[in-house]
């Protein structure tokens, strides 16, 4: 269950009170008493474990240029992700500005995976805009791209910053880029959705600013502007639930939308389905790495332990990987890779143990002339060692270190040397 539409405003772990107060009075209202900077990332997860909600998605809005203060800076998100992992960043930019592309860049650096754009509330018209060379980067980034269109409570900013005409005009334009029509761009729900099955990278973010209170609006957009038709099967894989939270409580808002009378299956796109398509093209978007690692080495003893923990750190290094996993494999059937603790004692136990559950003079009948070989089979023991110590281990990446227990150690395991073995280390995941 995901929420796409919220703005983390009046946040302690970002901007002071006066810097809050300069939001208010362009966000909410001149004279606003909002209780700024009151809120903490606790009373954030409280809420969202209150209305049964995994994760947000953070939008910020670049409007300093023409407010004197963003609402969320780049650098804001990326702080207030840092608390909280069920938070989900997306970058704004200026496009007004002469860093845009620094800016944009940035972003995709700092692993923020979308673009929100309000040009009422920054000041500059979409349709100045639509050859601007920062779509052709959104592209490459395949980021979604949340745009206001439509009605905004923010004093003294026009409702016609960006018309549906020139959102499906960039739509058209720039086809690998799936656009998010914020809020149904009420008043104009019906064209919304007409845009929205007609082209297949639009889609409809259903926050609200709602005039009277969630259940009753949603309600009326139902009813009165689409119909349930419509919903269940013209735009169900076009929907995408969004809350525009604090304006709307999001829990009152999941409520309104779980009352629509349609089936269960349309509101597991509406919630879930459709959010998580658009943020795994976001995911795959980034620079993806498959490194693989081969290796040899030549065993010492019939039956040994050989530590190979700091060639599997050296090659997590080497790959560059971010966040992902790693897999180390033997390419023998005698040969183990296992996981365990570091000390030369546990080492000789486990040798020791495993002799006596295959031992050499075992009654095997694997041990005899195989045609196939032209020589006697001598290594059941070491078969059924493997079958109990296994072939391969895992391991996952975080902020490109290996997150294994710290006694953990990774071993080749010769059951039946000495000889020449192979095993391979790969390593995956975003850069």
């Known amino acids: 269950m995901m929420d796409f539409h919220t703005h983390l405003i009046f946040m302690k772990e970002v901007k002071d009170k006066e810097r809050w107060d300069k939001v208010g009075k362009y966000f909410i209202y001149p004279d606003s008493k909002y209780p700024f900077g009151t809120r903490s990332m606790a009373e954030i997860e409280a809420r969202m474990d209150f209305g049964g909600i995994d994760r947000i998605v953070v939008l910020p809005v670049d409007c300093e240029r023409i407010r004197g203060e963003a609402l969320l800076t780049n650098e804001e998100v990326k702080l207030l992700c840092g608390h909280s992992q069920r938070l989900i960043g997306f970058a704004s930019v200026d496009p007004v500005k002469a860093t845009v ?6 972003a995709n650096a700092m692993g923020l995976v979308g673009l929100k754009l309000d040009p009422g509330l920054q000041g500059f018209r979409l349709s100045d805009h639509l050859d601007h060379p920062m779509w052709k980067m959104v592209e ?9 269109s439509g009605f905004t409570f923010a004093p003294g900013v026009t409702m016609y910053g960006s018309k549906l005409e020139e959102i499906e005009q960039l739509a058209l334009r720039y086809p690998g880029i799936n656009f998010v ?16 099955i007609k082209n297949p990278n639009v ?17 009326f957009i139902l009813e009165k502007m689409i119909s349930p038709s419509i919903a269940e099967k013209s735009v169900r894989e076009k929907l995408i639930f969004g809350s525009n939270y604090p304006r709307v409580r999001m829990e009152s808002l999941k409520s309104a939308y779980e009352a629509w009378p349609i089936s269960d299956k349309a509101k597991r796109y509406l919630f879930e389905d459709n959010a998580a398509r658009l943020l795994n093209t976001a995911h795959r978007g980034s620079a993806m790495i498959f490194k693989l690692f081969d290796f040899k080495i030549v065993t010492r003893s019939h039956c040994e332990m050989i530590n190979i923990t700091e060639q599997v750190r050296k090659c997590v290094e080497e790959a560059g990987v971010k966040n992902g996993f790693l897999h180390v494999m033997s390419k023998h059937t005698t040969v183990s890779v ?12 486990i040798v020791r143990h495993l002799e006596k559950l295959a031992p050499e003079d075992g009654d095997y009948i694997h041990n005899h002339y195989l045609p196939s070989d032209g020589c006697i089979a001598y290594n059941a023991p070491a078969h059924l060692k493997s ?3 296994g072939y391969f ?29 192979g095993y391979t280390i790969q390593v995956c995941g975003e850069q």
């Not at 490459?140 to 206001?148: A, R």
């Not at 029509?181 to 929205?196: C, D, K, N, Q, Y």
């Not at 409809?204 to 949603?218: K, L, Q």
């Not at 296992?338 to 136990?349: M, R, Y």
Request: net charge negative; aromatic share 14%.
């Open 101 to 106: 592309l620094d800016d944009l860049a940035d």
């Open 140 to 148: 490459g980034f395949h980021w979604p791209v949340v745009l206001h």
């Open 181 to 196: 029509v914020a809020h149904w761009a009420f008043p104009w729900v019906m064209e919304s959705v007409l845009i929205a």
């Open 203 to 219: 889609f409809i973010d259903v926050s609200m600013a709602y005039f009277d209170n969630p259940r009753t609006y949603s309600k």
């Open 338 to 349: 296992v996981v365990n603790e570091g000390f030369p004692c546990v080492e000789e136990d």
């Open 387 to 389: 079958i109990l110590t």
């Open 393 to 421: 281990a895992y391991a996952p990446i975080e902020e490109k270190v290996l997150k294994i227990g710290s006694r953990m150690e990774f071993y080749l395991v010769e059951l039946d040397g000495p000889k020449t073995r």
